[in-house]
């Protein structure tokens, strides 16, 4: 059984992201999840970690590696898989983003 806090890792933070948010009408947020997770998963698990938000809708994204070298050195990024997540429009916002716009 998939711990609610293991299914979603981290928030993506970047400027596409912070994009998403800037928009009233679409509440999308953008999540780095557990590669196994499923949508279902990720929307209850979004739904318990922030009280107060419903899940409308959840787009998964699986990123895949990325090879880098440094010098001499060759290998590869991780793969992993992320989630944008909407919210319904009488949902409430997600506090961790309030400050970042």
């Known amino acids: 059984m998939k711990m609610i806090e293991d299914i979603i890792i981290k928030p993506v933070i970047t400027e596409a992201s912070m994009d998403m948010l800037a928009d009233e ?16 998963e990720i929307a209850t698990a979004v739904e318990t970690m922030f009280p107060g938000t419903k899940v409308a809708a959840v787009n ?20 992993w898989k ?7 429009a009488d949902s409430k916002a997600i506090e961790f983003f309030e400050g970042l716009n």
């Open 25 to 40: 009408n679409h509440k999308k947020y953008v999540f780095k999840v557990q590669s196994k997770a499923t949508k279902p």
């Open 82 to 88: 992320k989630a944008i997540v909407t919210l319904t």
């Open 60 to 79: 998964v994204i699986n990123m895949k590696r990325k090879p880098k070298r440094m010098g001499v050195h060759f290998g590869y990024t991780s793969a």
